[in-house]
């Protein structure tokens, strides 16, 4: 199979009528997209690796799905509708069965939320799937993470600390088969491998919240790119935590770390003045994504954990960092 019999095959889609903002999908030198008249574009990229991002043994299906889901995740927390995305693609070989399953997974998240694939490049090399998606804003309703304003609620959508979980349980490590129900990682492991970016929500906050990102380095670390580019604080309260089923029985240590410190959540984190609840609430509701109130943005710098009794704990942001 040659370079373009395999973009024929797999990522070429004859038999579907592409959305309208699409003017020229693949098959020419460049992709052509019409935005919404007096919008802006919002453009992001993510790279996933082959023994960096996920094992050589990967499900191709929940790969395609992921390296979406990542992206889009991006164009959420920002408050952006999709347009369209571009795929890099280096594979060591053309393997049939390999990419149709990856075309499946990827197809069936971009056809949910209206992101068509519009093109892309092709090479042999290590396996490397690279993403770059396309959505639209109106000028001034991005969510940016300069936005928070002390005073502001803090709030996160879903639950973190599944895919945390998933990973521990995928991997055998013994803290996490020691203190799970059996069945666990049959229940959380489409949070790891099939996150689902929230695009509703992102968008009715659009015109409501202040400051926004997606938490994909874990809670505590990622807060920190908010207070870091607001020049704010912030305090968690524990019990305002959402915690998943599957977490409850895990000591206290371990329950935080994989609260505050897990990866892979793709939740949204988000501000709003205390005077939008009901605001934020609607949103919520519309978007049908829960949403949990955790904190508040304060003038006094760093991150706070308050417990139920004691001294407040300082949080040492540590995301991931792929060079520390
Ligand atoms: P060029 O040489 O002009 O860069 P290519 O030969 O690489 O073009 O690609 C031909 C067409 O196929 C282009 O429209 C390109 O966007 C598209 N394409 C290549 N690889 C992919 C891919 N993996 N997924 C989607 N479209 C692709
Ligand atoms: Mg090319």
Same mark, same amino acid.
């Given at each position: 199979m040659g370079e373009f019999e395999l973009i024929q095959r797999h990522f070429q889609r004859s038999n579907q009528t592409p959305p309208?903002? #699409?003017v020229l999908g693949i098959g020419d030198d460049c992709a052509l997209l019409q935005p919404s008249p007096g919008h802006q574009l919002a453009i992001s990229c993510d790279m996933l690796v082959e023994g960096r991002h =996920? =094992?050589?043994? !990967?499900d191709p299906a929940a790969l395609g799905h992921k390296a979406l889901a990542v992206n889009l995740s991006d164009l959420a927390a920002m408050g952006a509708r999709p347009l369209g995305f571009t795929l890099a693609l280096a594979l060591p070989s053309a393997q049939d069965a390999w990419l149709s399953g990856f075309a499946q997974g990827l197809f069936a998240l971009a056809d949910l939320h209206a992101c068509p694939l519009v093109g892309g490049d092709t090479t042999r090399g290590p396996l490397n799937l690279c993403i770059t998606v396309f959505g639209e804003l109106l000028p001034g309703q991005a969510l940016r993470r300069s936005a928070a304003q002390p005073g502001d609620d803090l709030y996160l959508s879903g639950r973190t600390g599944e895919a945390r979980l998933a990973l521990a349980l995928l991997q055998g490590t013994d803290w996490a088969l020691q203190h799970t129900a059996p069945g666990a990682l049959h229940r959380l492991r489409g949070r790891l491998e099939r996150p689902q970016p929230r695009m509703a929500l992102g968008r009715a906050l659009?015109? #409501? !919240?202040h400051a926004a990102l997606d938490v994909s380095d874990g809670l505590a670390g990622d807060q920190g790119h908010i207070l870091q580019a607001s020049g704010v604080g912030a305090d968690i309260h524990q019990e305002l935590l959402p915690v998943a089923p599957d977490l409850q029985a895990l000591p206290e240590a371990l329950l935080l770390d994989c609260l505050l410190n897990g990866g892979d959540d793709y939740e949204l984190l988000f501000t709003a003045a205390p005077s939008d609840r009901a605001a934020i609430e609607a949103a919520a509701q519309r978007s049908q994504t829960p949403v949990h109130r955790i904190g508040q943005i304060s003038t006094t710098p760093g991150l706070r954990l308050h417990k139920a009794t004691g001294q407040p704990v300082m949080l040492t942001p540590r995301g991931f960092d792929h060079f520390a």
């Open positions: 309208g903002q #699409v =996920f =094992f050589a043994d !990967a659009a015109s #409501v !919240a």
